[in-house]
């Protein structure tokens, strides 16, 4: 079952434990799949425009917000702003993706539900009620089991909205994430 953490219920120890819980569980997931050891592995925090958006679809996208909520109880794609069709990421070969937690940017409590698929309509991977969070007037909660991706997972995220924001509001949803990915032999 999922659930949500709320950010406000956690100590920074806490927080810190549910990331290197997430980055571990990559880093398993991405030693299964490509027979690797660790020290071959790199994590880093996820960007959006680079990681989960194709480059062409980068024009014009403003980094996690939804198309405009102009329905009440319909699902919006976390990635795709302006172009839904164009903007469902698909994990790379090389990597693997661990979704951590979210924050609801929006004012007003737009959104009910956040769901994380496999596939364009696919099979439910996880599931968190975001009431949980206004309840407590939080914006950002850590979920208790992180949700993975890896090559050739579609990574088919919404949230359904709650209320209508107008036409031309999209909701702002950052997700937390890492990327785990073989490691490189360029210094940063």
Not at 12 to 32: N, S, V, Y
Not at 39 to 66: E, M
Not at 74 to 96: D, E, G, K, L
Request: one cysteine or more.
């Amino acid at each position: 079952m999922s659930y949500l953490l709320n950010e406000h219920d956690l100590s920074i120890d806490r927080k810190e434990f549910l990331r290197t819980q997430a980055i571990q569980m990559g880093r398993a997931r991405a030693m299964k799949a490509w027979s690797v050891q660790d020290k071959d592995l790199d994590d880093r925090h996820a960007n959006y425009l680079t990681d989960f958006i194709p480059a062409g679809p980068i024009v014009g996208l403003s980094g996690w917000l939804t198309m405009p909520f102009a329905a009440v109880a319909t699902a919006y794609s976390v990635f795709a702003n302006s172009t839904p069709a164009a903007v469902t990421p698909v994990c790379p070969t090389n990597q693997v993706w661990v979704f951590y937690g979210v924050s609801v940017l929006t004012l007003g409590d737009p959104a009910t539900l956040l769901q994380f698929r496999r596939g364009a309509a696919g099979n439910l991977a996880a599931q968190f009620d975001l009431e949980e969070l206004y309840g407590q007037q939080s914006l950002s909660g850590y979920f208790n089991t992180p949700v993975t991706y890896e090559n050739p997972d579609i990574a088919t995220v919404t949230v359904t909205s709650r209320i209508i924001l107008g036409a031309a509001v999209g909701c702002r949803v950052r997700l937390m994430a890492f990327v785990i990915e073989r490691a490189q032999n360029t210094l940063i």
